[in-house]
């Protein structure tokens, strides 16, 4: 009998955020893999690490600093490797991923690479999009408002058509493509609607409204519009 | 000292899939509410049923079936009413919401007649977007795809417009609107692409090609699309 690969979401930060099927795969794990980029810690790994048990064996897939893509294929086919031969002893493993495993996430690389040969399953996780909707205290969306989810680094031209005409929108990975992002909203008119978020959930989580948000941003940040003209409201 | 109103996401429908945040205020709830539609049980209630405590007090909020706006508006009114009494005496209410409270729910209509009032609390929980990803075993999003969520009541024209140019579509809340989404995709030729979901992640949950769904869908049914066309893959 082979093992399941486990896609694990664990949420935003918050580790009281992540599912009670998370929780139980990860706290009886007895492999746990999960990506890092060279140098750096996981995210994935922190929120879950006042559940891994000791004796958990640990597969870090260790993606290099590159813009070319070449370096991080091949880390992901060694990880691969090293995945299947856990896998190939019968024993599970659990790939812990921040967020939601399918939104935006490293693990489709690796899911990629394994589903064919081997059985998978994905628990969905809380994203940091209605994360940051909490954060700000402000409903998402309602009834037949249309949401659209834009990664931060796409052309201007790209990110002004799909932006307008939506009613509520969230822009990830904002990072620094902040300038553009406020010259797109500021154009739209919008600037009044938005928020910036900063790792929501977490302790050090920032919100401003974008105005007053500062000029540089990190990776891990947000940009919520929502229009909020439900006339139920 | 007046007590908190908190707005739980309990996900999509498999309890597991309730955050460890969420289960901590059910379980220890001294005031639980809920929205039911006249005559139907709360979809949210029976996915925290094994862990609503027996003496917990329960505010159900009757929304009565109707096209006009009046009388589930009074109905949200008596609702937050009945809520504000609890919370003036000091009392925390705990308001039990399917997928995640901000998005596409109905807890903000309770949330926007006390939130001026009273501490509100959100707790986001998995949304049926993320749910169907994995019922499907696809990823959703990478790298700089949009993702577009449209509410399946929207007219045809403007659905057109917001499927179009999306790497990735969820459509929500499909029920009658199946025969207009079916023709808006196969005219975009992206029937190939899409997938049918009926109650994701619970036990009857059914899942199809587009090309092979029944005639007839229930409300909590979904269309996702993924291109998939990320190079990486």
């Not at 998370?22 to 922190?46: K, Q, W």
């Not at 929120?47 to 070449?70: F, K, L, Q």
């Not at 493509?177 to 600037?191: A, N």
């Amino acid at each position: 009998m082979k093992g399941i690969l486990y896609g694990v979401g664990l949420g935003p930060g918050d580790p009281e955020l992540m599912t009670l099927k998370a929780y139980r795969l990860i706290a009886g794990a007895e492999v746990i893999a999960y990506p890092t980029l060279e140098g750096s810690d996981s995210f994935a790994r922190s929120i879950a690490s006042d559940i891994i048990n000791p004796e958990t064996e640990e597969i870090v897939v260790e993606i290099p600093m590159s813009v070319e893509r070449g370096p991080a294929q091949t880390a992901y086919d060694l990880g691969a490797l090293k995945i299947s031969e856990k896998l190939n002893e019968g024993k599970d493993v659990i790939v812990l991923c921040e967020g939601d495993p399918f939104f935006y996430g490293s693990f489709m690389y690796l899911f990629s690479r394994l589903n064919k040969e081997f059985e998978c399953e994905v628990i969905p996780g809380v994203t940091s999009v209605t994360a940051c909707a909490a954060s700000i205290a402000t409903p998402l969306t309602a009834r037949n408002e249309v949401l659209t989810i834009i990664p931060g680094p796409i052309n201007e031209v790209l990110l002004e058509q799909r932006v307008a005409g939506s009613e509520a929108i969230a822009i990830m990975k904002v990072g620094r493509h902040l300038p553009k992002i406020r010259r797109v909203l500021e154009k739209l008119d919008l600037t009044k609607f938005a928020y910036y978020i900063e790792r929501a959930t977490l302790p050090n989580q920032i919100v401003l409204p974008l105005s007053d948000a500062p000029l540089k941003a990190p990776y891990f940040s947000m940009i919520l519009v929502t229009k909020g003209n439900d006339p139920w409201l």
